[in-house]
């Protein structure tokens, strides 16, 4: 028998996830060859996650997918109600209208929608597609190996479900996408740790013709308690003719999966709906865990784990597919860094350094939040809840700068422009090539995403050599953005303000948007300022200067 053929590429990609498409998408954005891999034939007919924070949809603006998400979620906008009812035809025991989604333009230019994962996965394959990322539906992972060690290259097995033809890849890096199961990290021999499984779930996914049953309603969470339904949450699309009904059930008393047969699961969503006779078409039926678990490391030599494979979030808040999307944002313009020689392996290291913290911090938080819900928490764990903003865009990097002390999370109003956090948003007018050139109004973060950025204000024109200076001294690539040149700032607090900087201070600002580095003001001499800038890009990359 021959030798299957080898393919290349930098990094293989294993899940086709939200989690994983997204993680081939930012790759792409920053020129990095991606081979992704999934089992099945397509993406998720499940929604599972519903809820995005601007924070997620900040990222997906950096890599160009944000409007198609905005477009597919605009039927959603007034899903608004949350209730319990006995049935959607039954009585409604208690209901209250969310309030309009606040305005937060004063934090982000982005928005907080609700879309089913199920939606939102083939928006962000066909962005991830059309930047060229290498996507493999219908492709098993068959084994891997590092013959050269943990930190060598990866050399793959892959099979086409559909031929059986079997193909050999060899990637620089693997990153792990295939979710709270994860073979890949069970190869690595990764253990984890948390509460474990706290409850069984499964997902019943249906078709139905709602419209009636909701009677002009439309729910964001609608919680079923009757005779056969307790604690069950009934979801809908913005079509009202497709819908999820989540329930717990118990392997103790002898329940499995298997039991939600199509004639049982019928039964079960008639009971939601409250109509014996309605007309139920099961499309599927999905058990999953209820879980708090976060892997004891997200590195491993060569290859790295996101998204679930790393860490299972429990579902309150809806923290859990938006941490995953983070998780593969950190990771790619790091692995750009490395590949392009601007940085050293020890960058890599910081992958873990940065996201293992906010994960775990989540998961306390989701069940904190799990807690407050059912009625159990003691007052101090109510104060210790922080808001989901705070949660999805104020976390922070503390390990950037470890002598600041900071928070895991911060209000995200709070934001100054601290290394180690997010860059605050600032609304401005952005010129094409500088001063004079076209203009249309955005954020300051739409200049982050490609590259270092060097932020500086009207009088901090001399910062520009210093940052030439120092990319040309460093290898690193840096873009110069200035007030009053390629922006001009439109914020009532001002840029500088945000920034707690100087009209003459500067920021270094990372391709992922959160700060490296700032000056409140500019040194006196020209050297001072160049090494300054060369000292923080090597800081930022993990390098000697």
Same mark, same amino acid.
């Given at each position: ?72 979620? +605009? ?71 590092? !013959?050269?060690?943990?930190?060598? /290259? ?9 031929? =059986? ?49 909701? =009677? ?97 979030? /429990? ?41 293992? !913290? ?43 700068? /470890?002598?600041?002390?900071? /928070? ?37 973060? =739409? ?80 050297? =001072? ?14 390098? +000697?200067?």
């Amino acid at each position: 028998m021959g030798k299957e053929p080898e393919e290349l590429t930098d990094v293989l990609i294993v899940g086709g996830g939200i989690t994983g498409l997204s993680c081939a998408l930012f790759l792409r954005h920053h020129g990095v060859r991606a081979v992704l891999v999934e089992r099945h034939a397509s993406t998720s007919i499940h929604p599972r996650a519903w809820g995005w924070y601007p924070r997620t949809l900040e990222v997906f603006r950096s890599a160009g997918a944000e409007e198609a998400v905005l477009e597919a979620a +605009a039927g959603y906008a007034g899903h608004r109600r949350q209730a319990t009812v006995e049935s959607l035809r039954g009585k409604e025991l208690k209901a209250v209208m969310l309030p309009e989604p606040g305005d937060l333009s004063s934090l982000t230019p982005s928005r907080q929608i609700s879309l089913g994962q199920d939606r939102m996965e083939p928006l962000v394959r066909e962005a991830a597609d059309r930047a060229g990322a290498d996507l493999r539906f219908g492709t098993e992972l068959v084994s891997f190996e590092r !013959p050269e060690g943990p930190g060598g /290259p990866v050399v793959a097995t892959l099979k086409d479900r559909a031929t =059986d033809e079997v193909r050999r890849l060899r990637a620089r890096w693997l990153v792990a996408a295939d979710g709270a199961r994860s073979p890949v990290r069970e190869v690595l021999g990764i253990g984890r740790t948390g509460r474990g499984t706290l409850q069984h779930q499964v997902s019943i996914l249906f078709r139905a013709d709602l419209e009636g049953p909701l =009677d002009g309603r439309r729910f964001s969470i609608c919680q079923i308690e009757n005779e056969e339904l307790s604690g069950a949450v009934l979801g809908h699309d913005d079509t009202l003719g497709r819908g999820t009904l989540i329930l717990q059930y118990h392997p103790e008393e002898g329940v499995t999966p298997d039991d939600f047969t199509t004639e049982e699961s019928v039964r079960l969503v008639r009971s939601a709906i409250g109509d014996p006779a309605a007309d139920v078409e099961i499309i599927g039926v999905l058990p999953w865990e209820l879980a708090a678990l976060s892997a004891e490391r997200f590195r491993d030599g060569s290859a790295f784990l996101i998204g679930d494979s790393a860490h299972v979030v /429990p579902p309150i808040g809806g923290y859990g597919a938006n941490t995953g999307v983070h998780d593969a944002h950190n990771l790619a313009w790091k692995l750009a860094a490395v590949l392009r020689g601007e940085a050293g392996e020890g960058l890599l290291d910081t992958y873990d350094a940065e996201r293992r !913290p906010v994960a775990e911090a989540t998961i306390a938080q989701a069940q904190l939040r799990l807690m407050v819900r059912s009625g159990r928490a003691t007052e101090e764990q109510r104060k210790a809840t922080e808001e989901v903003l705070t949660v999805m865009l104020g976390h922070a990097y503390p390990s950037v700068a /470890p002598e600041a002390g900071l /928070p895991q999370f911060r209000e995200p109003e709070k934001l100054s422009g601290e290394p180690g956090t997010r860059a605050p948003h600032v609304p401005v007018l952005l010129r094409a090539g500088g001063e004079g050139g076209e203009e249309r109004s955005g954020s300051v973060l =739409d200049v982050y995403g490609s590259s270092f950025v060097l932020l500086i204000g009207s009088d901090g024109t001399d910062w520009r050599a210093a940052a030439a200076e120092a990319s040309e001294r460093t290898g690193v690539r840096l873009v110069t953005a200035g007030f009053g040149t390629e922006l001009e700032d439109l914020s009532e607090r001002g840029w500088y303000e945000r920034y707690a900087v100087t009209a003459d201070g500067a920021v270094l600002v990372r391709p992922d948007g959160f700060v490296a580095w700032r000056s409140p003001g500019a040194p006196e001499r020209a050297q =001072d300022r160049a090494r300054a800038v060369a000292e923080a890009l090597a800081t930022a990359v993990v390098r +000697a200067g």
